[in-house]
């Protein structure tokens, strides 16, 4: 997997957008980000539908994420198999790269739906299985319901960003370091906030203003500047930020080449860091 993505919670795939999409796909694909992130959820299925036609227009081969969302009328393997099948055709492919729960919240256990996945990996309709939304505790269930089909957790995706730094102190980012799983950051921009520093609090608004001057010191966006941060936080994280633009999609390929020093990964590291409550 290439260490970013492309989010895709807004592709909605009405006609007057999917030649927009095919730009933004294309432009992920020249930019070495050729990893789309989905979910049979995301518009009700038309986000698949839509990176399905746009991969289908440009012809190249690419990454493919999506997530099974298990909803409380969702009790069996087979609701799963046949969810599966549905986000393989919308897609227009035979397998999927990474294959996500999308939440734990359910009344099936966590390893029913692992037992589940092992099977449509066993199937060759899965490549890689991961969580998203999980605790550490919960990965660990995740993982040893896995390996009893000797199939390792390849990720957990969580949000994370410098607005939003919860798996640094709830523990996933040192679990997805000692269980070598990816931590896949969703809303690493926060919704593209964290570039403007358009949220207002004294924290926030001392982080922008140092994003600005590393960037300013590269040539760069503040936005490729808090990429970079998340990218050289730690290996494994990858990070998906949402695009429907393919100009957004270049500019967030920059942070693949944006090496910060250690002074300013410090510097950011200290301006995002939550202003302590007196
Ligand atoms: N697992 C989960 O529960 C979960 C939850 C939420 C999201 N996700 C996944 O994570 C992905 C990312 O999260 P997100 O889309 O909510 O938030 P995000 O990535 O933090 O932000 C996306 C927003 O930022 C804008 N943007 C992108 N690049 C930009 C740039 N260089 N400069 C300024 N603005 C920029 C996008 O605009 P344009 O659309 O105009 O390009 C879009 O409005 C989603 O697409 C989805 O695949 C997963």
């Excluded at 746009?54 to 969702?74: C, I, N």
């Excluded at 993982?143 to 607005?163: E, M």
């Excluded at 906030?193 to 207002?200: E, L, Y």
């Amino acid at each position: 997997m290439p260490a970013l993505g492309v989010g895709t919670n807004r592709w909605n795939a009405s006609a007057s957008n999917q030649a927009r999409f095919r730009d933004t796909l294309a432009a992920a694909l020249d930019a070495g980000m050729g990893f789309f992130d989905t979910a049979e959820v995301y518009s009700f299925g038309r986000s698949e539908r839509a990176i399905g036609t746009a991969a289908r227009a440009d012809g190249r081969p690419l990454l493919v994420a999506s997530k099974f969302a298990p909803l409380p009328h969702r009790l069996t393997a087979t609701q799963f198999e046949s969810a599966l099948e549905k986000t393989l055709v919308r897609l227009g492919r035979d397998s999927l790269d990474l294959h996500y729960l999308h939440f734990p919240y359910s009344p099936v256990a966590l390893s029913t739906w692992m037992r589940a996945m092992a099977s449509a990996v066993r199937a060759g309709r899965i490549r890689a299985v991961g969580i998203s939304n999980c605790s550490p505790a919960q990965m660990r269930k995740a993982a040893d319901a896995l390996a009893r089909y000797d199939i390792p957790l390849a990720a957990n995706q969580v949000q994370y960003s410098l607005l939003h730094r919860k798996p640094e102190s709830d523990g996933v980012l040192g679990a997805c370091q000692r269980m070598d799983v990816a931590l896949v950051a969703y809303r690493p921009i926060a919704g593209g906030a964290v570039g403007t520093g358009s949220r207002k609090s004294s924290g926030r608004s001392a982080l922008a203003d140092t994003l600005r001057e590393v960037a300013a010191a590269h040539g760069a966006s503040a936005t490729q500047v808090a990429l970079a941060w998340l990218l050289a936080r730690d290996d494994h994280v990858i990070a998906i930020p949402g695009a429907t633009r393919p100009e957004h999609v270049r500019e967030n390929a920059g942070a693949l080449s944006l090496a910060l020093s250690e002074e300013e990964f410090a510097a950011i590291d200290r301006a995002s860091a939550p202003t302590p409550s007196r």
